[in-house]
């Protein structure tokens, strides 16, 4: 493990944070932590896509094929807006 130097002091600062000195190690060991987490994720080799077991299985070719019209699209959609299909508002 890679010792991390982390400045609590500068961080609680610009954080606005009023830290006890118990909470500043405590912070400071939960940080360290979390930056180890993320130099060990950085250092994981990219995995494979399939399992080993799936790799007698044949994938069908990517083909374009019959589409819906836009004119189609829209005929069945609830409601549209300016040629789209419309969806209600779902994020603040």
Known sequence: MNEKNINIEKLSLLAKLQLSEDEKASLENDLKRIVTLADDLLSVENQLLFHEEDEGIELR?????KSLSRDSALKN?????EGFIAVPKFLN
């Not at 070719?61 to 094929?65: C, K, P, R, V, W």
């Not at 959609?77 to 807006?81: H, I």
């Open 77 to 81: 959609a609830p409601d549209t807006f």
């Open 61 to 65: 070719e990517d083909t374009e094929g």
